[in-house]
């Protein structure tokens, strides 16, 4: 893996996007600390240095990119399975890319990308709370990390180590095609839950269906069953 490594940086992900002409597909920046992270919606993403994990990964493989859809969902199972295995089994998936441990979050993902008259890559953003214990400020959902949940602390280099091997073998496998749905399904936080939210500019009550087959989110809106993508829905706080 070519991996780069900087003890303080602005963003990893605005890093790979100023550089990614000269880097090759998959490789990982990680940073100890990151000045000006980056969350969804603009907000800004803070974690303590030294002991989280901010990184992320350059993808440039065209096949990969075409199945863009999948990307941030299935990098949120990607952490979930490593998060299994170090004995977080209450881990699940909330639509498109947070992981959520009993209702608290322990990571979210920044899928962004480069466009010219394609895209020329894309970049998978991973915040992972690992030994950060204190979470001051106010967060729109409860923080938690491995430590938190375990016990333990945590080999942070590890921890780095598995996440990049699963979710390196993951983005193999879906580029030979292999179907993630069943198996992302079964993690499906949002599933069956009734939410208030901002869509098509209006607050609407919205009953998810669930992760549908093709990574969107299923859901039934004014007697209306519709397919909602990444980004054309927000939820309200301390509702979904
Ligand atoms: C979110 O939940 O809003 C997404 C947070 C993503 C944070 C990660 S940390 C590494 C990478 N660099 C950034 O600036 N953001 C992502």
Known sequence: MKELYFEKIDSTNTYLKEH???LEDMCFVRADYQYAGKGRNDR???????????????????????SYKALSVLSAYSVLQVLNRYGIKEAKIKWPNDVCVNDKKICGILLESVSKEKIECLIIGIGLNVNQTLFAGTYLREPTSLKKEL????????????????????ILSLKQGHDFYEEISSYDYLKDKTAKADL????????????DKDYSLRCECEGMIRNIESGEISFHQGDC
């Open 44 to 66: 800004k993403w803070t974690a303590q240095e030294k002991v989280n994990l901010t990184f992320s990964l350059l993808i440039k493989d065209e096949k990969v990119i075409s």
């Open 20 to 22: 990614y002409g000269e």
């Open 200 to 211: 098509d500019g209006q607050r609407k009550t919205v009953k998810i269906i669930g992760i």
């Open 151 to 170: 016990n333990e602390d945590i080999d942070l280099l590890k921890l780095k180590d598995d996440i990049y091997v699963q979710l390196s073998d993951n």
